[in-house]
């Protein structure tokens, strides 16, 4: 839902106030692009409060929001509403549809993370919490995703048979005397693994943590010549080995 919110805000922006997110943007709790647009709406409204008055204004509002004085940053904003061409008109409809849509994305949001809080406090009554929190790179957020969409590992026969649920298998492909050797992954277990799966592998690339056995997996992929998709859908592979056998021991030890 939260997915589908930002991309028709997106499309939104492009008709009132081009390339905006270009200049500004949304970080975690920081909502200053959606605040941004809802103060402003149309770069119209931008253009007839003229350089001075627009500068003064946006600093005021930087400051009261917390964000960082940068009069540099009102300019280039001038910049864009002085070269930018909105499709839809300065009107009361669009107004009120950009400031919908600014709320509809702060009440999800705000849904989700009193979703996530309560997942939190469920796998804090699970042991293998704190296992999965040492690992590099998976908070408070990743945690209780990875280990929903898991559940419990001891279920699995062994490390094969998750990554069978995750549906990053290759299907076993033969006829005749003829054997695949390139083969897509199955995609048939939990689309939701997967996807968090890629987050996690997302968080180990940027973050780069040292004598990580996953991250260094997907380099040595990376230098063998696999492309991005390839060589994070190898990292997950590993991820899911090392997760399971990180679970599975603390279980036997306990």
Request: net charge positive.
């Amino acid at each position: 839902m939260l997915v589908k919110s930002k991309v028709n805000f997106s499309n939104l922006l492009d008709q009132v106030m081009p390339k905006i997110n270009d200049v500004l943007s949304n970080q975690g709790e920081n909502h200053k692009l959606t605040e941004f647009v809802s103060r402003y709406i149309h770069f119209q409204n931008i253009l007839d409060m003229g350089e001075m008055k627009f500068t003064s204004d946006y600093c005021k509002w930087a400051k009261k929001k917390g964000y960082r004085l940068n009069e540099r940053k009102a300019a280039e904003i001038l910049a864009l509403a002085q070269n930018g061409i909105p499709t839809l008109p300065n009107s009361q409809s669009v107004k009120i549809a950009v400031s919908e849509a600014v709320k509809l994305i702060h009440s999800i949001e705000e849904s989700r993370n009193t979703i996530l809080a309560q997942m939190q406090d469920l796998c804090n009554t699970l042991p293998e919490y704190s296992v999965v929190k040492e690992m590099d790179c998976i908070g408070d957020t990743l945690a209780p995703r990875i280990i929903a969409e898991i559940g419990d590992v001891r279920r699995f026969k062994n490390k094969h048979s998750l990554i069978a649920y995750a549906g990053i298998d290759a299907p076993p492909y033969q006829s005749g005397a003829f054997h695949a050797s390139e083969r897509h992954i199955s995609k048939r277990g939990n689309s939701y693994l997967r996807k968090t799966g890629y987050e996690i592998m997302q968080s180990l690339i940027k973050h780069k943590p040292a004598d990580n056995a996953v991250y260094d997996f997907i380099q040595k992929k990376r230098d063998e010549g696999k492309c991005g998709k390839e060589a994070m859908i190898a990292g997950l592979n590993k991820f899911l080995r090392v997760y399971y056998g990180k679970v599975m021991e603390f279980y036997s030890e306990h």
